[in-house]
């Protein structure tokens, strides 16, 4: 797969843009779309640009009985002088062949995965909304495609990568979202393919997530498969906690993702001082913080969730109410630090920007 490689077939029947006030998260999809094949002793070959379509695939296929899949997530957005940035997008290609390894399925070149993204978000780039809090996320995904129902890896594969314009992942926009720590289900161990960016990790958390939905929280709280008392990610986030003016976030233990805005997160609070750990914490911890009025704030990370406040926690029966249900200040001042590199308007001292 080279650069000079990739055909672009234009569509000739353009979509209507969505109300840009109305985007939500997932649910419009660009003009085109990026497609590339593996085949077993040829490699990855044809890459393409061409109209947004359904793809055809084998019943047999797979990505449909064992799930060998993986996915990214990341983000376009404009600038007010119209220029476009995208965000670290080389570290998502690097946990995209992280991922690959994990599931057994042949690497992507990243250099070249990056230019194909580049001139497709090019071919797109009039669906790149620039009201506050939207941008443009990128879903790039591998599937298995071989038809045969013997539980080994695939011997073909197809990469693709899809657009979405997007508001914010949360109904609650910026305002705090209540989350469910869960007692019974667990989503992953370490060993398994928790670190790994792969649908079977999100099918897992469905159950889970449907509880606490029903009790009205938005979310899941995921604890350590193993003891059931180490605190590990939100269903679409990395999770951090302020507690007696450190921030604190579960270290990376081999059943966590390895989030971008997570670790841009890190960077951030140690460019600002701000006293930063990554630690095992149990909810435990959590609790007892809570009780002694040290517990000061909480908040999510993630591509599509960004930065997202945490008003309240259910542990058993315990409503854990942090900050008075309000965001907290240092939240706020990173929620408004990463979204202004962004979209261009704080300068990008970290080099996380690339500008088309
Ligand atoms: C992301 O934040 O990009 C994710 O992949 C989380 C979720 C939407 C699955």
Redo the contacts with the bound molecule.
Sequence with gaps: MTMTEIKIELTTNKKDKPDINNLG??RFFTDHMFVVDYTEGKGWHEPRIIPYQPISLDPASKVFHYAQTV?????AYLTVDNKVLLFRPESNFKRLNASNERLCIPVIDEELALEALKQLVEVDREWIPNAPGTSL?I?PFIIATEPCLGVASSQNFQFIIILSPVGS?YKEGIKPVKILVEQQYVRAVAGGTGEA?TGGN?ASSLKGQELANKDGYSQTLWLDGREKQYIEEV???NIFFKINGTVVTPALNGSILH?I?RDSMIQLLKAKNIPVEERQISIHDITEAYHNGTLEEAFGT????VISPIGELKWLDERIIINNGEIGEVTQMLYDTLTGIQNGSIPDQFNWTIKL
Excluded: P
């Excluded at 996915?71 to 983000?75: A, M, P, Q, T, Y």
């Excluded at 993630?302 to 969730?305: C, K, M």
């Design positions: 998260f997932g996915f990214e997530g990341l983000k996320y879903r992942y960016k999100y269903g679409s986030m989030g805005t993630g591509t599509a969730a």
